[in-house]
């Protein structure tokens, strides 16, 4: 077994709570890989090599504004810096979604005295996106995105914070009320 930071390959990653969200009927058992991010799309989805091929990862546990909703460029951009070019992170991989996207769990590796940590958890904690896996709320975040709530941290500093899932959906003339005075 070969150790990289904190993942040993062939092994499992200690830790990390398992996400939901398998597009499996149980068949589905995670599994832990290294990778290497090369891009990051968005606030909640990024290429990463791993096993030799690049794979467009959608993280479970977190949903992250949208591009063009308010907050939507300085999350994905707080993410490029957290995911700098070829960062090694650990990946449980859960199935894929309906858009072909591979679903996962995406660990940081410990660097200095910060311990390993879940993206989605440290997310969630900054405000960056609402607790979320396909099809359901995350209950292991829910407590961590009330408490972003109560202090006004990232997004619900502009009240009100609209889902991605229902931004989607507005209209042009919705979305500009809702965006009026935030960031974008």
């Not at 709570?17 to 990024?46: F, H, K, L, M």
């Not at 311990?115 to 292991?140: F, I, N, Q, Y």
Request: hydrophobic residues 40%; contains cysteine.
């Amino acid at each position: 077994m070969v150790a990289i930071g904190f993942l040993a390959l062939g092994g499992l990653l200690t830790g990390c709570p398992p996400a939901a969200g398998s597009t499996g009927g149980g068949t589905d058992v995670p599994r832990t890989e290294a990778g290497r991010v090369v891009r990051v799309i968005d606030g909640d989805t990024y290429d990463v090599l791993s096993g030799g091929r690049v794979l467009r990862v959608r993280l479970t546990g977190a949903d992250a504004p949208e591009p063009g909703q308010p907050y939507g460029r300085q999350v994905a951009d707080s993410v490029r810096r957290l995911l700098s070019p070829r960062q090694l992170v650990a990946l449980t991989l859960h199935g894929q979604d309906l858009y072909g996207r591979t679903l996962a769990t995406v660990v940081l590796p410990a660097a200095g005295k910060r311990p390993a940590v879940a993206l989605d958890s440290l997310l969630v904690a900054r405000g960056w996106a609402w607790a979320w896996a396909p099809r359901h709320k995350v209950p292991r975040l829910a407590a961590v995105q009330q408490q972003a709530q109560r202090q006004g941290r990232g997004l619900w500093h502009c009240p009100p914070a609209v889902p991605p899932s229902i931004w989607r959906n507005l209209s042009a003339a919705g979305k500009r009320r809702y965006a009026s005075g935030c960031p974008r």
